[in-house]
C-alpha cells in the first residue's frame, strides 16, 4: 500500500507561482509512474503531469500546461513536484498526487493509489 499526501496549494493571482508536493510513504519499490491530476467543479479528472519509463526518466504534460509546468521527482524522499508558472484561472482545480504499478500511465484509471489532494485556486 502507498500513502500520499500533497501540499503546497494556496490562492494566487494570474501570473503567479505555486509549487506542489507530494510525500510518498509505503510500498514505495512498487511505483513505477507517478502523476498529478485535477479537478474542477463539474468537470472531469484529467491528467496535467506524469512521470513513467524507465526510472521514471520520462515527462507527460497536458498541452495546456507543457511550458509553464514542470514535474519533478526527489527519488531519495520520493517526493513528487509540480512547479507552476504563469497560472491561469483555467488552472483552478483540486489537484491530486497519483502512483501507478505500470511503467507507461498516463490515464487516470491506470493509477492505483490517491492522495486526498490539495486545492489551487488562481484569481483574475
Known amino acids: 500500500q502507498v500513502q500520499l499526501v500533497e501540499s503546497g496549494g494556496g490562492s494566487v493571482q494570474a501570473g503567479g507561482s505555486l509549487r506542489l508536493s507530494c510525500a510518498a510513504s509505503?510500498?514505495?519499490?512498487?511505483?513505477?509512474?507517478m502523476g498529478w491530476f485535477r479537478q474542477a467543479p463539474g468537470k472531469e479528472r484529467e491528467g496535467v503531469a506524469v512521470?513513467?519509463?524507465?526510472?521514471?526518466?520520462?515527462?507527460r504534460y497536458r498541452d495546456s500546461v507543457e511550458g509553464r509546468f514542470t514535474i519533478s521527482k526527489d527519488g531519495a524522499t520520493n517526493t513528487l513536484y509540480l512547479d507552476m508558472n504563469n497560472l491561469e484561472v483555467a488552472d483552478t482545480a483540486m489537484y491530486y498526487c497519483?502512483?501507478?504499478?505500470?511503467?507507461?500511465?498516463?490515464?487516470?484509471?491506470?493509477?492505483?493509489?490517491w492522495g486526498r489532494g490539495t486545492q489551487v485556486t488562481v484569481s483574475s
Open positions: 497519483a502512483t501507478s504499478t505500470r511503467g507507461d500511465s498516463w490515464l487516470a484509471a491506470e493509477f492505483i493509489y
Open positions: 509505503g510500498s514505495t519499490y512498487s511505483i513505477r509512474s
Open positions: 512521470i513513467n519509463g524507465y526510472q521514471m526518466s520520462r515527462s
